[in-house]
């Protein structure tokens, strides 16, 4: 296989983390994810980035007036000195500020994630990818209303280019290397049961 854009590996140096439009208002209407695991998801995202030292541009739309601030669980997470971009437009790609500081990482592989999966996931993945940058959507970080609007939103991406990937997937992929010193804080991080287990595990075999 040739190499190309599906298949070049997300590191450290070439990946940036977007959140669109985790917010209070629109996570009330999510059915195609628990709400629980939703938060916990996007929430493990945030903190494994942060471990990895990653760009993180987080955006809102409205949040005044409709929809909310972001959900307390992910502020809590996000760096304290973290300006988040509240805007009007609906596709966070029109916003010139949210456009700017995803070009201004300098990253060229980004991983999405938003509310609702078929607009504020779907639409800037989709701009990303027309203007080059390889956009991968962040699924399990994402939700939206009810399933047939999962499906589509999936499905047009998928037509676009747009990689679709999970959470963690996309985090340990970046960090490359069990044996890599940040190992422990960044599956820590992730927070996922089978790897606390795991972690379990070997704790009790080194006792042995």
């Known amino acids: 296989m040739a190499p190309s854009r599906f298949t070049e590996r ?35 995202l ?14 809102t739309t409205a949040s005044d007036s409709m929809w909310g601030p972001l959900i307390p669980e992910l502020t809590d997470a996000l760096p304290a000195d973290l300006r988040v971009i509240d805007r ?6 029109d916003d ?23 607009v504020c996931l779907a639409f800037p993945a989709i701009s990303a ?10 699924v399990d970080a994402s939700g939206t209303f009810w399933q047939a609007k999962r499906e589509i ?5 998928q037509q676009a280019g747009v990689i679709p990937i999970d959470y963690s997937s996309a985090v340990v992929e970046i960090l490359a290397d069990n044996a890599d010193p ?12 089978f790897a606390v287990l795991v972690g379990q595990l070997a704790a009790a075999y080194d006792k042995n």
């Open 96 to 118: 010139d500020r949210v456009a700017g500081a995803i070009r201004a990482t300098g990253r060229k592989k980004l991983i999405i994630a938003g509310i609702s999966t078929e």
């Open 182 to 193: 940040l190992a422990g804080d960044v599956y820590g991080a992730l927070d996922m049961p």
């Open 10 to 44: 997300l590191t450290r140096d070439n990946a940036a983390v977007v959140l669109v439009d985790h917010q209070v208002g629109l996570y009330s209407g999510v059915r195609d994810i628990p709400l629980a695991e939703l938060k916990h998801n996007v929430v493990a």
């Open 153 to 157: 939103g999936l499905l047009r991406m």
């Open 88 to 93: 009007s437009t609906v596709n966070a790609w």
């Open 46 to 59: 945030t903190k494994a980035a942060r471990v990895l030292d990653l760009p993180l541009i987080v955006t």
């Open 129 to 138: 990818t027309a203007e080059g940058f390889d956009a991968y959507a962040a």
